[in-house]
């Protein structure tokens, strides 16, 4: 049993020490010490069946940290045969679900893999996975949404990265859009998959206007949404809040990101692709949107199942108009489903590319109800599409 702690304990100090180079974007050493983690791991599993016995719940604990190990270096086909090799025995009920995850995740990760798709290092692969995409078609809606606000995404992180103010309404600049522009592919099968590539027309080095030292190439805008996805999805908050300390870009930032989430039953998991230096990048985004940090009225960050109650107001109606022609173009109406109107103030960043889009439609806002003088309205902090039908069906492509 020594000899299996010891074991244990060393694979928990690499993976440790892996975590922390890739919190540092040295993703080589990375997976190097993911899989030096790896190897004591299932060092401490043979100790264990020297005893000809299954013991519970080591058994299992080992195996699906095992598992998640050889998930975190790449090695997919090892990590589906050390979870399948415990599902194949009598673990504990919560365990179980927790491997049933993992072999799910680690599914999608085959998937996510590029198998014979050339990717260049301008490119992105995103995939989805859940119960609305099948062989070679997904929900449109799913789909169509997910690309736009992804496009959306990659452009607000082109115009932070150049040092632009936020844009809260109208076109992007001009030469912004000339030299990162974004293309698709066709869609491929399996778990839906389509490469988005953001280019930059041939022989134009920088931006006319902005110093050649301050223009950001594709690669590291590519590289900024990849970290940003990981970080969020691993609720990092601190570590997006530094990376994004502008607050308008922050909100931005986040809205988007909940709208490219999963929703847990009909897409399960996004996942994006890239290459680097020959070497595959995953980043996946497996919480659903409802459990993703929103900010808050202090501009800061919290993960929304930590909200207090007494301070939200949730209304659930239609949005009545979202108008940038007027001067107090901050301000929405929302008529709930009793005919009620709500005043709802919307802060920096969201107006634009998450609020307007949902004129007119079934939505639930989510706020902080604030009270000045006589009139009351709501800070609005979450807005998502709801259905009125929801055994609706939707077209596919």
Not at 77 to 98: D, F, G
Not at 345 to 370: Q, T
Request: hydrophobic share 35%; proline share 6%; with cysteine.
């Amino acid at each position: 049993m020594n000899a299996l702690n010891n074991s244990h304990n060393k694979a928990m100090e690499f993976a440790e020490l892996a975590l922390t180079a890739r919190a540092q974007g040295n993703e080589e050493q990375s997976i190097s010490f993911f899989k030096k983690a790896l190897e004591y791991e299932l060092s401490a599993i043979t100790e264990l069946d020297k005893n000809n016995e299954i013991i519970e719940p080591t058994y299992s604990v080992l195996h699906r940290s095992a598992g998640t190990l050889a998930l975190d270096c790449n090695q997919i086909r090892k990590a589906e045969q050390i979870v399948a090799k415990a599902l194949a025995q009598n673990p504990p009920e919560e365990i179980v679900e927790e491997l049933r995850d993992l072999l799910e995740q680690i599914h999608f990760k085959r998937h996510l893999e590029l198998r014979g798709i050339e990717l260049g290092e301008d490119e992105i692969q995103l995939s989805l996975a859940g119960q609305d995409v099948g062989f070679g078609v997904v929900t449109s809606d799913e789909f169509l949404n997910r690309v736009t606000d992804s496009s959306k995404l990659i452009q607000r992180i082109v115009e932070r990265k150049n040092n632009r103010p936020f844009r809260e309404s109208g076109p992007p600049v001009k030469n912004l859009t000339e030299s990162y522009k974004l293309f698709l592919s066709t869609p491929r099968a399996a778990s839906f998959s389509v490469t988005m590539k953001l280019g930059r027309p041939t022989g134009q080095p920088s931006l006319p206007g902005i110093p050649h030292h301050k223009t950001s190439t594709t690669n590291e805008i590519i590289d900024e949404f990849m970290d940003l996805m990981e970080l969020t999805n691993n609720l990092r908050i601190s570590e997006i809040q530094e990376r994004i300390p502008d607050p308008a870009y922050r909100r931005n930032f986040l809205s988007l990101a909940k709208k490219i989430a999963p929703d847990g039953e009909r897409i399960r998991q996004v996942g994006f692709t890239t290459i680097r230096s020959g070497v595959e990048r995953f980043a996946e985004i497996t919480k659903p949107a409802s459990e993703l940090p929103i900010p808050t009225e202090a501009d800061t960050l919290i993960v929304p199942s930590r909200l207090i109650a007494t301070e939200t107001a949730t209304i659930q109606g239609r949005l009545l108009y979202a108008d940038s022609t007027k001067s107090n173009n901050d301000k929405i109406k929302v008529i709930d489903l009793e005919g009620k109107e709500h005043n709802v103030k919307v802060p920096e960043g969201m107006m634009n590319d998450i609020v307007r889009p949902m004129w007119n439609l079934p939505i639930r806002i989510k706020g902080v109800r604030k009270n000045i003088g006589r009139g009351s309205f709501i800070e609005l902090q979450d807005i998502e599409p709801v259905e009125t039908e929801p055994d609706e069906s939707n077209s596919e492509i």
